[in-house]
T-cell receptor
Framework: EPEVTQTPSHQVTQMGQEVILRCVPI?????FYWYRQILGQKVEFLVS????????KSEIFDDQFSVERPDGSNFTLKIRSTKLEDSAMYFC?????????????FGSGTRLTVV | EDQVTQSPEALRLQEGESSSLNCSYT??????LFWYRQDPGKGPEFLFT???AGEEKEKERLKATLTKKESFLHITAPKPEDSATYLC??????????????????FGQGTILTVHP
């Protein structure tokens, strides 16, 4: 069964450093998303990406965050200057259609720890 | 603001003891209610999408139903391998000025289900 692949599985970084989280969505999917889950809290929407541009973003997704699809297979989330409160599990997701009976396929996540 | 509330927060069942999880929502315009299963340290795994009141979907021991205000996930004769956190999420109108939603999901906090053998 096709999967969304995320790397690395765990990243530890110093406060103020830049991090790039990487995702390989399912190959025939057109819509891409980043969500995050702070330990013990809800899964929160960060951004959606379609047709090579951001289509929707949350208040969390401020100027410190950016997304990119640098080639035909990768989808990245960059945090420019990490803060302690950025520590969370970051999930990439993709879908062939918006919504739909097949939902959104999530990756296994990258656990980001900012120290 | 869209709100999704799940209850109970945690549910402990004996193997074979059927029960239901609740997801109540307050949204401006529902464009789909999703159920996901999440195992520890993993991403959410898609189970069902429901679109309109009265709709039902089934998969193995799970059955999801939808009303205008809430959704239920019924678990029939659960097994220990059904132990997981079950997440409910809604997709609503929003996104651009035309009301198109590009797939933003608003999640509830989840119900942690533990099934004892």
């Amino acid at each position: 069964e096709p999967e969304v692949t995320q790397t690395p599985s765990h990243q530890v970084t110093q406060m103020g450093q830049e991090v790039i989280l990487r995702c390989v969505p399912i190959s025939n999917h057109l819509y891409f998303y980043w969500y995050r889950q702070i330990l013990g809290q809800k899964v929160e929407f960060l951004v959606s990406f379609y047709n090579n541009e951001i289509s929707e973003k949350s208040e969390i997704f401020d100027d410190q965050f950016s997304v990119e699809r640098p080639d035909g297979s990768n989808f990245t989330l960059k945090i420019r200057s990490t803060k302690l409160e950025d520590s969370a599990m970051y999930f990439c997701a993709s879908s062939e259609f918006v919504g739909g009976n097949y939902g959104y396929t999530f990756g296994s996540g990258t656990r980001l720890t900012v120290v | 603001e869209d709100q999704v509330t799940q209850s109970p927060e945690a549910l402990r069942l004996q193997e074979g003891e059927s029960s239901s999880l609740n997801c109540s929502y307050t949204v401006s315009g529902l464009r789909g209610l999703f159920w996901y299963r999440q195992d520890p340290g993993k991403g959410p795994e898609f189970l069902f999408t429901l679109y309109s009141a009265g709709e039902e979907k089934e998969k193995e021991r799970l059955k999801a139903t939808l009303t205008k205000k809430e959704s239920f996930l019924h678990i029939t004769a659960p097994k220990p391998e059904d132990s997981a956190t079950y997440l409910c999420a809604v997709r609503t109108f929003g996104g651009d000025a035309g009301g198109t939603s590009y797939g933003k999901l608003t999640f509830g906090q989840g119900t942690i289900l533990t099934v004892h053998p």
